[in-house]
Nanobody
């Protein structure tokens, strides 16, 4: 499985960005795909995830109401729409795939990772 994340960049506080994660190498059915982020000197934190088959979504409390995760089954792509961005959202964002069909918010629950895309929110 290969994951290619894109869409990061520099944006001002209150702005929006949409991240994409294109998956290749296998067919996804009963998987969860998630987004995590890691700021300098901090641990990798869960942001959002979606179940590939049913489209069930779940979010970290810090992004609820501002971020939205979605998927395009035909193109094996997951998106993270980020609105009302804050300086605290600055981090490298990683997409990941879990082989299991179980919901997980821990990095250890995911098996494949993309290379990360930098999101910087300026004040």
């Amino acid at each position: 499985v290969q994951l290619q994340a894109s869409g990061g960049g520099l944006v001002q506080t209150g702005g929006s960005l949409r991240l994409s994660c294109a998956a290749s190498g296998r067919t996804f059915s009963n998987n969860h795909m998630g987004w995590f982020r890691q700021a300098p000197g901090k641990e990798r934190d869960f942001v959002a995830a979606i179940s590939w088959n049913y489209g069930l979504t779940y979010y970290a409390d810090s992004v609820k109401g501002r971020f939205s995760i979605s998927r395009d089954n035909a193109n094996n792509t997951v998106y993270l729409q980020m609105n009302s961005l804050k300086t605290d959202d600055t981090a490298v964002y990683y997409c990941a795939v879990s082989r299991s069909g179980r919901r997980s918010t821990a990095p250890g629950g995911y098996d494949y990772w993309g290379q990360g895309t930098q999101v910087t929110v300026s004040s």
